[in-house]
């Protein structure tokens, strides 16, 4: 049986401006859980995270899951796989696609200091 395959989205730094992860190909992954772990701020910083596939035949980005405004040091886990339970900013009962990436869009220049990891469901 295959197992989950864990890896690092993007390192813990202080962002202050929107920033696209590389994208990734998926091998077989029916689905993902997304960890974003804000460890410190400044001021009032804000990013919305989203989980993004690839349409070659339009060459772009879809949004399959875009969380909440992350303002605070705190830990946001999103989900996308099939079956599971549909919740607004948290969770997409949906299939992860051939190609996928994260974008996080900060809402304005103040730093915040997260990392976001990722968790490739078998």
Do not use: C, K
Not at 66 to 93: D, M
Request: charged share 10%.
């Amino acid at each position: 049986m295959r197992q989950p395959e864990q890896m690092t989205v993007l390192a813990s730094a202080a962002r202050t401006a929107t920033v696209n992860s590389e994208t990734f190909a998926n091998y077989g992954h029916r689905g993902l859980v997304v960890v974003i772990d804000a460890t410190a701020i400044t001021s009032t910083p804000s990013v919305v995270v989203t989980i993004q596939g690839y349409s070659a035949l339009g060459d772009d980005y879809y949004t399959i899951l875009a969380s909440a405004a992350v303002a605070t040091a705190v830990v946001t886990v999103l989900r996308v796989f099939p079956g599971s339970a549909v919740t607004t900013n948290l969770a997409a009962n949906d299939q992860l696609p051939p190609l996928w990436r994260i974008n996080a869009v900060h809402g304005n220049a103040n730093s915040i200091t997260y990392s976001i990891n990722a968790l490739l469901l078998p």
